[in-house]
């Protein structure tokens, strides 16, 4: 299986930081990778897909990058209801693997 | 409005069984790989399988931690989605996930979610 390596699993951030959430695969994915954010008592919700691609609706402060191994989430300047769990998902090989998400708290 | 909602969910002894369903609507269903995806208590996600489409002649995926014990099928007719779980033991405990997946493209994975339903494995 594709193990998806996130990092921090948690980070404390304030709002208006810039915050960048990395994730490594094992072995090379293209850019079959897509970001989602879920907050608590929430259901997942996808923020980028194809590495890069901001889904529709989604505020431009975020940003995703990468390809092959490495890929990382951006957020530009932290909002208040960006305080979430973030994960990425690689779906270039089966079976599809999350990483294991990363915290964003309040500094 | 695209929607989709599962049932099913429940309180099942280890070494039992359930069947959790999905009902869709709002899109064209036929069109759409379809997903499960479960969440343990306080965990992440985990992907535990996909149904593909006719065209793809209804071929299946499992995670390896479900294959062997669990079965996804799909009712194109009902617009439903459907997850037989056997064998279930603790670690199974979860909030299950329905999710649509694009066949056209590639490019877009686990794009609509449903609101999950809780399967409680314990005696």
């Known amino acids: 299986d594709v193990q998806m390596t996130q990092s921090p699993s948690v980070m404390s951030a304030s709002v208006g930081d810039r915050v960048t959430i990395t994730c490594r695969a094992s072995q090379g994915i293209s850019n079959y990778l897509a970001w989602f954010q879920q907050k608590p008592g929430e259901v997942p919700k996808r923020l980028i897909s194809a590495a890069s691609s901001l889904q529709s609706g989604v505020p431009s402060r975020f940003s995703g990058s990468g390809s092959g191994t490495e890929f990382t989430l951006t957020i530009s300047s932290l909002q208040p209801e960006d305080f979430a769990t973030y994960y990425c998902l690689q779906h270039n090989i089966y079976p599809l693997t999350f990483g294991q998400g990363t915290k964003v708290e309040i500094k | 409005e695209v929607q989709l909602v599962e049932s099913g969910g429940g309180l099942v002894q280890p070494g039992g069984s359930l069947r959790l369903s999905c009902a869709a609507s709002?899109?064209?269903?036929?069109?759409?790989?379809m997903d499960w995806v479960r969440q343990a208590p306080g965990k992440g996600l985990e992907w535990v399988g996909r149904a593909r489409y006719k065209a793809a002649n209804y071929t299946t995926e499992y995670a390896a931690s479900v294959k062997g014990r669990f079965t996804i099928s799909r009712d194109d007719s009902q617009n439903s989605l459907y997850l037989q779980m056997n064998s279930l033991n603790t670690e199974d405990t979860a909030v299950y996930y329905c999710?649509?997946?694009?066949?056209?493209?590639?490019?877009?994975?686990?794009?609509?979610w449903g609101q999950g339903t809780l399967v409680t494995v314990s005696s």
């Open positions: 999710v649509r997946t694009a066949a056209g493209t590639p490019y877009d994975p686990l794009g609509v």
């Open positions: 709002g899109f064209t269903f036929s069109d759409h790989y």
